[in-house]
T-cell receptor
Framework: SAVISQKPSRDICQRGTSLTIQCQVD?????MFWYRQQPGQSLTLIAT?????????ESGFVIDKFPISRPNLTFSTLTVSNMSPEDSSIYLC?????????FGSGTQLSVL | GDSVTQMEGPVTLSEEAFLTINCTYT??????LFWYVQYPGEGLQLLLK?????DKGSNKGFEATYRKETTSFHLEKGSVQVSDSAVYFC????????FGSGTRLQVQP
């Protein structure tokens, strides 16, 4: 199994501010994924982060709004920029290892 | 792109009842198929998977069979317990997961 430490676990933020979510993995992984789970909805992939290259964003998500860093093979951050109430969601990071996917515990974000 | 249609919840069952949660998908080629579970207050966990047609994934009494002909991956359990109360997500995967809408299961004693 993979151990993923994600923080913060929850936060309440003001409109217009930014929040950076961190994910630390217990060993090196090639790909890290960031998902969003809006209230009452399914998980949606935001982007795929590979070390040493720019993240690949899914349709509907852009780098200016969700900048991602991947400085090494065990760490990644997702920033939610210029937040609005519509950004209130659970954000999850995920890694793949041995053909299995593992998830962080999630960050519950509320934007006022 | 890939998409998933999953049985709507909530599904409410009595303990020891038989469970089926339907899942059908559309995808290019033959993706791997997964069921994930999210217990209250916890992150997602892999429940089971199948990587090719006719494979059966199983774990904790849950089973699902990869049906290529019907593009389905229905989740079943013969006798549910209160501790199975959770949200279940069906997800085909090629490069990354595509999640279904989730089905909330409530098992009553």
């Amino acid at each position: 199994s993979a151990v993923i430490s994600q923080k913060p676990s929850r936060d309440i933020c003001q409109r217009g501010t930014s929040l950076t979510i961190q994910c630390q993995v217990d060993s090196q992984v090639t790909m890290m994924f960031w998902y969003r789970q809006q209230p009452g909805q399914s998980l949606t992939l935001i982007a795929t982060a590979n070390q040493g290259s720019e993240a690949t964003y899914e349709s509907g998500f852009v780098i200016d709004k969700f900048p991602i860093s991947r400085p090494n093979l065990t760490f990644s951050t997702l920033t939610v920029s210029n937040m609005s109430p519509e950004d209130s969601s659970i954000y999850l990071c995920s890694v793949e290892r041995n053909e299995k996917l593992f998830f962080g515990s999630g960050t519950q974000l509320s934007v006022l | 792109g890939d998409s998933v249609t999953q049985m709507e919840g909530p599904v409410t069952l009595s303990e020891e009842a038989f469970l089926t949660i339907n899942c059908t998908y559309t995808a290019t080629g033959y993706p791997s198929l997964f069921w994930y579970v999210q217990y209250p207050g916890e992150g997602l966990q892999l429940l089971l998977k199948a990587t090719k047609a006719d494979d059966k994934g199983s774990n904790k009494g849950f089973e699902a069979t990869y049906r290529k002909e019907t593009t389905s991956f229905h989740l079943e359990k013969g006798s549910v317990q209160v501790s199975d109360s959770a949200v279940y997500f069906c997800a085909p995967q090629r490069r990354a997961l595509t999640f279904g809408s989730g089905t909330r299961l409530q098992v009553q004693p």
